[in-house]
């Protein structure tokens, strides 16, 4: 069984930053593929970013990428999601999500319906 925990959220002005932390508690932390993803009130939920077991290979939405930086530290078992640059529209509960639900992946996944397990959510409010 795995446990996911988020924490890190919070109001910030627009152009501001967040880090995002979310802790693992089970076996198998070094074997799972990782990610972020949010949703807003109203709206489906969306992927932000995904990273491969071994950290070495991550993939962004198109509406991150170069504001957010996902990363993961194995001595910790934590994952991370470094927020620059927040806009009014990054606005949503942020959620980490793990273990794919198919095996043999070589590249991180960004589709939320692939993954096992899920944390309950971080709040993010960005204001203009």
């Given at each position: ?13 627009s152009?501001g930053?967040l880090r995002l932390s ?10 799972d593929f990782?990610?972020?993803f949010?949703?807003?009130p ?7 970013a995904?990273i491969?077991?071994?950290g070495t290979t991550?993939?962004y939405?198109?509406?991150?990428g ?18 620059d ?5 990054d606005?949503?509960t ?5 273990d794919?639900?198919?095996g ?13 397990y ?6 993010v409010t960005?204001?203009?």
């Amino acid at each position: 069984q795995v446990e996911l925990m988020e924490s890190g959220g919070g109001s910030v002005q627009s152009g501001g930053s967040l880090r995002l932390s979310c802790v693992y508690s089970g076996h198998g932390y070094d074997r799972d593929f990782m990610g972020w993803f949010r949703q807003a009130p109203g709206k489906k939920r969306e992927s932000v970013a995904a990273i491969a077991s071994d950290g070495t290979t991550t993939v962004y939405e198109e509406t991150v990428g170069g504001r957010f930086t996902i990363s993961r530290d194995s001595a910790k078992s934590t994952l991370f999601l470094q927020m620059d640059d927040l806009k009014t529209e990054d606005t949503a509960t942020y959620y980490c999500a793990s273990d794919l639900t198919y095996g043999g992946a070589t590249v991180p996944d960004l589709n939320p319906l692939n993954y096992r397990y899920w944390g309950q959510g971080t709040q993010v409010t960005v204001s203009s």
